[in-house]
């Protein structure tokens, strides 16, 4: 028997949209476990409920550990091409300040770039 599509948008009903969160988030859950047991990957998985329940899963060792392995990760990424990634940071900046209509008269600086 095939399951018919399900449209993304908010559930309205709060019983509803409370059963379908636990539902879909032990799914998740179990999927990530999955993964990590058939690709030895490191998975680390946060989640804040409506109500700020916090629920995490780190697959290997703590949650602590594997966010302090992505910041020293993503901190070496930045350093091998950090002037690469600020000059285009800096152009982002740049088109954001210029779409929200500042002019270039009033300077970087009002923008929030230096």
Do not use: W
């Not at 949209?17 to 859950?29: I, N």
């Not at 949650?63 to 350093?79: C, D, F, H, N, P």
Request: overall charge positive.
């Amino acid at each position: 028997m095939a399951r018919g599509k399900v449209q993304m948008r908010r559930i309205e009903n709060p019983v509803h949209r409370q059963v379908t969160f636990c539902k879909r988030r032990a799914g998740l859950l179990k999927k990530a476990k999955e993964l990590s047991v058939l690709t030895d990957a490191d998975i680390g998985i946060i989640i804040f409920s409506t109500h700020g329940k916090l629920y995490e899963l780190a697959t290997r060792g703590t949650m602590e550990g594997l966010i302090e392995r992505y910041r020293k990760t993503s901190g070496e990424a930045q350093t091998e091409g950090g002037e690469v990634i600020q000059a285009q940071f800096a152009q982002l900046a740049q088109l954001t300040c210029l779409r929200k209509g500042h002019s270039n008269a009033q300077g970087p600086r009002y923008c929030g770039i230096k």
